[in-house]
Structures are given as structure tokens and as C-alpha cells.
T-cell receptor
Framework: DADVTQTPRNRITKTGKRIMLECSQT?????MYWYRQDPGLGLRLIYY???????NKGEISDGYSVSRQAQAKFSLSLESAIPNQTALYFC????????FGQGTRLTVV | AQSVTQPDIHITVSEGASLELRCNYS??????LFWYVQSPGQGLQLLLK??????LVQGIKGFEAEFKRSQSSFNLRKPSVHWSDAAEYFC????????????FGTGTKLQVIP
């Protein structure tokens, strides 16, 4: 099993819909992150969490929310999806290095 | 605020040639530095990391990187590139201790030609 698992791997949704991306990890790390990847822009941090009670905004948090349900689970929600949120989303955990999930390719039409 | 600059968006090298990918960082204290590789359709895999000590670090797949504090650089090198090295490479910087965020560069896409 992968250390960091993201579901779904691919998703197409309509503008205005609410969608949740889920992430679970088996590393036992406290720190979890959601990044968004766009061509030419690298990975940009959306939200990060240092424990269940600690949630922090990253550089591009507008339009997104997160929930840390347990140490191992960190979900990302798009409350009302819009086309410019079409991207590849990565969840990661961190201790002395970042461990990434395989990514979720989200398309908003 | 910490930041990473990868000045080369796209690099093409011939198989067997040497490779150097550039990375410059900005961070006020001693940084963690990383290089990640992303093959098409895949997640990111750690190639190597620098925390302290020897400024020349060895990684997987024959890659190495050198930390130069005076130049705020952490360039990635490989003496002989293989076709399977074609991928996108990301340099990243993170904080030591306290709140840990990892900031990524915009990536360098490597093309390998026969």
C-alpha cells in the first residue's frame, strides 16, 4: 500500500458543484499538506495542517476548505467548483522530507 | 518569505551528456533543500535532500547536488543522462524546526534526445 493515498485519482465535475478530495497516510506524520500543480507554476500550497486541531492557509486558499478528520486523514473541498480550479492536486505528509500521493486530476467543466 | 527560482523552464540534452539543473533559493535561516522528480502521470519522488554537513549530496538514480550558501544555490547534476531521466524536476526549500512549509520552484522539464 502507498504511504499517501489520494482518492479519487481523476474527477470531472461541473461548475458550481461541491467536491471533496480525500487523502490518507500511513506514515504516522503529523504534518499534512495540499498542493495544486499547474503547468509552468510548479506546486502551490493550498492548506496545511500540523495536527488535528491546527489548520493553516497556504498561498492560494481562496475557494478551498479543508478538514483534518484524524492524524491520518486530510480532505480538501471545493465549495463551488469553477473552471480555473482545473488542476492536478497533491496531498503530502512531511517530517524530514515530503511524501506525496499520486495526485488527483480534477477537471471542472 | 521563502522562495525558489528555477530559471530554466525546459532543457534538452543528448543521452550520455552531462546535466546541470539550476536552483536558487531565498530563505532567512538555514534551509532544508530538496530535489524531486516527477515522471509523466506520476507523483513526486525525492531524489535527494540537504539538511547540513557535506555540501555535496548524493541521491538516487546517480544524481547529486551541491549546496552553495554564498550563491544561495542548490544545483542538481548528473554526469551521464539516460533516456529514462526525461521528466520534470522540482527544487524545493523548507524551514528547519518550527513551522515547516515546503516551497517548490516552478520546475524544469528535461527532454533527452538520442
Amino acid at each position: 500500500d502507498a504511504d499517501v493515498t489520494q482518492t479519487p485519482r481523476n474527477r470531472i465535475t461541473k461548475t458550481g458543484k461541491r467536491i471533496m478530495l480525500e487523502c490518507s497516510q500511513t506514515k504516522g506524520h503529523d504534518r499534512m499538506y495540499w498542493y495544486r500543480q499547474d503547468p509552468g507554476l510548479g506546486l502551490r500550497l493550498i492548506y496545511y495542517s500540523f495536527d488535528v486541531k491546527d489548520i493553516n492557509k497556504g498561498e492560494i486558499s481562496d475557494g478551498y476548505s479543508v478538514s483534518r478528520q484524524a492524524q491520518a486523514k486530510f480532505s480538501l473541498s471545493l465549495e463551488s467548483a469553477i473552471p480555473n480550479q482545473t488542476a492536478l492536486y497533491f496531498c503530502a505528509t512531511l517530517r524530514t522530507e515530503a511524501f506525496f500521493g499520486q495526485g488527483t486530476r480534477l477537471t471542472v467543466v | 518569505a521563502q522562495s525558489v527560482t528555477q530559471p530554466d523552464i525546459h532543457i534538452t540534452v543528448s543521452e550520455g551528456a552531462s546535466l546541470e539543473l539550476r536552483c536558487n533559493y531565498s530563505y532567512g535561516a538555514t534551509p532544508y533543500l530538496f530535489w524531486y522528480v516527477q515522471s509523466p502521470g506520476q507523483g513526486l519522488q525525492l531524489l535527494l535532500k540537504y539538511f547540513s554537513g557535506d555540501t555535496l549530496v548524493q541521491g538516487i538514480k546517480g544524481f547529486e547536488a551541491e549546496f552553495k550558501r554564498s550563491q544561495s544555490s542548490f544545483n542538481l547534476r548528473k554526469p551521464s543522462v539516460h533516456w529514462s531521466d526525461a521528466a520534470e524536476y522540482f527544487c524545493a526549500v523548507g524551514a528547519i524546526g518550527g513551522y515547516q512549509k515546503v516551497t517548490f520552484g516552478t520546475g524544469t522539464k528535461l527532454q533527452v534526445i538520442p
